[in-house]
């Protein structure tokens, strides 16, 4: 093969993946559109985060049921690898709503959830502390691993018979 019908073949080859990209992000927006809005974006430990899911979906859709979850995440890095992210602490509710939603309307569902203490997670310690900022430093330089930020989101995934949509905002967690 000689260079220019490798190049076509590599344009080719690109057109091809945006095309498909293209498509695919109109067919998930076929499907509606979820939205979660908060009281506020800023909360202590142990305060009650209020919100609502926006659900406008562009057909008729039966909810079996929707899942709110406050999570964190944290990108983390290998040397000479990309970041992945991890999530590192995840509390789910789950809101008791059943039926048949109309198509083209606004629905929106309200929630309730206790913002967590980074300090004392679930996960059995500390996240974002300055020991555990000491440790992770010192441990990156030693097995090339490296830990960012702590990020704070609320999800909202709605289960329906044929379509799954979900959404997320980010929360931010301050000290007591």
């Not at 979820?34 to 979906?57: A, C, D």
């Not at 406050?70 to 991890?86: C, F, K, L, N």
Request: proline share 5%; glycine share 8%.
């Amino acid at each position: 093969m000689n260079p220019d019908q490798a190049f076509k073949l590599m344009c080719v080859g690109l057109a091809v993946l945006v095309v498909g990209l293209i498509v695919y992000n109109v067919l998930l927006r076929l499907k509606g559109k979820v939205q979660v809005v908060l009281e506020r974006l800023q909360y202590r430990p142990g305060e009650t985060i209020t919100g609502w899911v926006y659900l406008k979906s562009r057909k008729a859709v039966a909810i079996e049921k929707i899942v709110v979850s406050v999570a964190a995440t944290q990108h983390r890095r290998r040397r000479r690898q990309s970041y992945r992210t991890v999530e590192i602490f995840r509390a789910d509710i789950e809101l008791p709503i059943e039926g048949e939603y109309a198509a083209g309307e606004m629905h929106s569902f309200e929630f309730t959830l206790v913002a967590p203490d980074p300090d004392n997670l679930e996960t059995g310690g500390a996240v974002e502390t300055a020991i555990h900022v000491v440790r992770n430093t010192a441990l990156g330089m030693a097995t090339g691993t490296f830990d960012g930020p702590v990020r704070w989101s609320v999800r909202a995934r709605i289960h329906a018979s044929g379509i799954d949509l979900c959404g997320k905002i980010p929360l931010e967690i301050v000290g007591p």
